[in-house]
């Protein structure tokens, strides 16, 4: 058994969830926040045997995109205030996964 951690921006996590439940994943969905633009974000909790690992992978991939924001660098760094003022062009979204092993699972 296998946990896959995955971090989604908000934009896809309902889009995931759905995706996932019809995969036939169960998966418990936690707001979460990024550090790096303080946006939201959803982190997934998905068990999965490990064989079927690749598949709920393939979802995830499928599912959530990347796409471009524009941010102010006084957003990412206060202390450039003065000197920076323009929006400047970021990657955001798509997923973020950790896969850990599980020792044990019980289901109550």
Not at 29 to 50: H, Y
């Amino acid at each position: 058994m296998k946990l896959i951690l995955a971090i989604v921006q908000d934009k896809d996590s309902q889009h995931l969830q759905t995706k996932l439940v019809k995969g036939g994943f169960r998966a418990t969905q936690l707001p979460s926040t990024g550090g790096f633009l303080k946006a939201g974000n959803c982190t997934f909790l998905i068990g999965v045997e490990e064989e079927k690992v690749d598949a709920a992978l393939d979802v995830i991939k499928k599912t959530c995109h990347t796409r471009t924001q524009f941010v102010t660098p006084t957003f990412m760094m206060p202390e450039a205030a003065s000197s920076m003022t323009d929006p400047v062009e970021v990657q955001v979204g798509g997923a973020t996964c950790f896969i850990l092993p599980v020792d044990k699972f019980v289901r109550f």
